[in-house]
């Protein structure tokens, strides 16, 4: 390969990611010269649409953004306003919000580990091939993530954009029995979970120091999932309304996605890393087991290995619904009153692929008058850019085709949804 010659590397379809982007890399005297990570699918104003919509209508109009995660939407736009109104939701719909939540988790996990990420480690096209070789690699899968569908349309009354959530709780309570008829398939699930993370550990994980900055929700009872405050890895705890003093949005040439940076300009880190990394004491005892038992420490600082931590939240997230499951009884109304107040609002989520954040003002009578709503992929848009430098940087002598592969390897990772801040992503990699 000569240091002169110029080369250019074209994926008109990644398959396996959500939404539509493209990356460009420029190689100019075996350095780095120009990287950029780009976002080039229409925005779709969930923000300004929302203006002068009633309060109630949020958490629905925003569970639109995205289908694979519309939990993470519902619940943090119902927090925001909740929170706007003086209410807090606890008890048994708190713990109903914890376990429909644990649905997304399972599903959303276990179908990027699974089919989106998988294929990579075993240098196969997608989850298809994987079939043919493994099958039962993925039929337990398929399970395992119809299982976390099968929870979510139990209680929120439909599997995609589910319709029995609403503002200070829920249209109508699941009945008991209902809830109780999950256990035993929670109780297969969670041995499915601990097969895969099992199976996944077998991997070959490329070497990467990630060093990151890891943000995340805490709770002090509970490995955070639906609430918590906000910390990091380097001393940040603050409570969810004080989130914009320490983040922020800007809009960069290469991307139509706003990018969210720390205030001193800074990338960081959300998701499964972020999380296990600030909440590992807070693991469910299995969860914990599997962790050991798998290879990962308190922190795990290699994003190639999320795949793992992904499984390990899996089976928490299975334990956690089998305890919810188990203790639920049904509330004495499926609702908490709320009366609209002027004022504003913020609430934050852990979505799978990391805080999931929103805030509103509303007036008197429960009209919107702003929203800003910042998903996990905007977030981490920074980080994955960085990642991609650090990954050709230290790949320069791979050929252009396993440099692609690397690339895109490496973006998966993160398992964005460019969609809700990719299926097409076009990678340009020019050598001179």
């Known amino acids: 390969m000569s240091r002169d010659e110029v080369r250019t ?37 969930f923000e300004a649409l929302l203006r002068g919509r009633m309060f ?13 995660c519309p939990i993470a939407y ?7 306003m909740e929170a706007a109104c003086g209410v807090r939701v606890d008890g048994p719909l708190r713990d109903l919000r914890r376990l429909i939540y644990c649905g997304e988790w399972i599903e959303s996990h276990v179908l990027h580990a699974a089919m989106l990420h998988a294929p990579d480690f075993l240098g196969l096209p997608d989850a298809i091939a994987i079939a043919k070789g493994r099958p039962e690699l993925v039929t337990t899968a398929l399970a395992l993530k119809k299982l976390g569908n099968t929870l979510i349309e139990t209680v929120g009354g439909r599997a995609i954009h589910p319709v029995n959530l609403r503002v200070g709780g829920f249209y109508q309570a699941p009945a008991k029995a209902k809830i109780r008829a999950l256990i035993e398939p929670l109780r297969q699930g969670l041995e499915q979970a601990v097969t895969l993370a099992r199976a996944f550990a077998g991997f070959d994980f490329p070497a990467f120091d990630g060093r990151y900055t890891f943000v995340s929700l805490r709770h002090d009872d509970e490995y955070a999932i639906h609430e918590g405050r906000v910390v990091s890895g380097r001393g940040l705890d603050v409570p969810v309304e004080a989130f914009l003093d320490h983040f922020r949005e800007e809009q960069v040439a290469h991307s139509t996605a706003l990018w969210a940076t720390a205030v001193d300009g800074s990338a960081y880190l959300l998701g499964p890393l972020a999380r296990y990394a600030n909440n590992h004491d807070k693991l469910t005892p ?20 999320s795949i793992l931590v992904r499984m390990v939240e899996v089976v928490l997230a299975c334990e956690e619904a089998i305890r919810l499951a188990e203790t639920y009884e049904e509330p004495d109304a499926p609702a908490v009153a709320v009366q609209p107040v002027a004022g504003v609002g913020h609430g934050a989520t852990e979505a799978p692929r990391g805080l999931c954040y929103h805030r509103y003002r509303i007036d008197g009578d429960g009209r919107i008058q702003e929203a800003t709503i910042i998903p996990p992929t905007s977030q981490n848009q920074r980080q994955i850019e960085a990642d991609l430098r650090a990954a050709v940087e230290g790949n320069l002598h791979l050929e252009n085709e396993a440099l692609r592969a690397r690339c895109e390897q490496t973006i998966r990772n993160h398992d964005p949804c460019i969609s809700c801040a990719t299926h097409a992503l076009k990678v340009t990699i020019a050598r001179e």
């Open 9 to 45: 590397i074209r994926v008109d379809a990644l398959a396996r990611v959500e939404g539509e982007g493209a990356l460009s890399v420029r190689i100019a005297g075996g350095k780095v010269t120009d990287l950029a990570f780009r976002i080039y699918e229409p925005p779709r104003f």
């Open 56 to 68: 109630t209508e949020a958490p629905d109009i925003t569970s639109r953004i995205c289908g694979i």
């Open 74 to 80: 519902i619940l943090s736009a119902s927090q925001a």
């Open 286 to 305: 299995t969860a914990r087991e599997v962790a050991a038992e798998i290879g990962l420490g308190p922190i795990c600082d290699n994003p190639y290995q």
